[in-house]
């Protein structure tokens, strides 16, 4: 029983290099979220998407772009890494149906 | 804008000791409330929720309670155990489900 899934779980990039997080998810949820969890700051919505083929900007969207080409995937892309994106980040999924958000791991990220 | 406000942590317990963690609340309209709980390396997996004004959420023993008048939603356990040991976010949402928004989180650490 999968759940949400994160890949990679750990990466280090450096200043202006360029990285694609995956999401995926099981559970035929209509709606995906990307966060990124800072200390001190809980947990800040970068992008989420309520379909597939939309998304939609969050409260920190700048610096990221995402996909949902498939119902089940969620990209979360970084064109140009900067020290200021290192941070954990956390994808989402929950049913059209149900307000309750279920959580992968969460990808480890530190910038250079 | 809508905001969660916590206690501060860390909050160090011996086990079975009662349990308070103070959250409230900034919002319009009538949001439904939440606790996530996130154990060391792991993502985010609901706790409880309560959806309008005096409804009260339970499991594992720990309760909370949607106070509108006071906009707070505390969570409380009579008797703290070492496997409790994670860190605690209280949040809304607001509309059917699009976003969170959490409060800073409060590491919780119960020795034996």
């Known amino acids: 029983n999968a759940g949400v899934t994160q890949t990679p779980k750990f990466r280090v990039l450096k200043t202006g290099q360029s990285m694609t997080l995956l999401c995926a998810q099981d559970?035929?949820?209509?709606?995906m979220y990307w966060y990124r969890q800072d200390p001190g700051m809980g947990l800040r919505l970068i992008h989420y998407s309520v379909g597939e083929g939309t998304t939609a900007k969050g409260e920190v969207p700048d610096g990221y772009n995402v996909s949902r080409l498939k119902k089940q995937n969620f990209l979360l892309g970084l064109e140009s890494a900067a020290p200021s994106q290192t941070s954990v980040y956390f994808c989402?999924?929950?049913?059209?149906?149900?307000?309750?958000?279920?959580f992968g791991a969460g990808t480890r990220l530190s910038v250079l | 804008g809508d905001s969660v406000t916590q206690m501060e942590g860390p909050v160090t317990l011996s086990e079975e000791a009662f349990l308070t963690i103070n959250c409230t609340y900034t919002?319009?309209?009538?949001?439904?409330l939440f606790w996530y709980v996130q154990y060391p390396g792991e993502g985010l997996q609901l706790l409880l929720k309560?959806?309008?004004?005096?409804d009260k959420g339970s499991n594992k023993g720990f309760e909370a309670t949607y106070r509108k008048e006071t906009t707070s939603f505390h969570l409380e356990k009579g008797s703290v155990q070492v496997s409790d040991s994670a860190v605690y976010f209280c949040?809304?949402?607001?509309?059917?489900?699009?976003?969170?928004?959490f409060g800073a989180g409060t590491i919780l650490r119960v020795k034996s």
């Open positions: 309560a959806t309008k004004a005096d």
């Open positions: 989402a999924s929950r049913p059209g149906t149900r307000n309750i958000q279920y």
């Open positions: 919002a319009t309209g009538y949001p439904s």
């Open positions: 949040a809304l949402s607001k509309e059917y489900g699009n976003k969170l928004v």
């Open positions: 559970m035929n949820h209509e709606y």
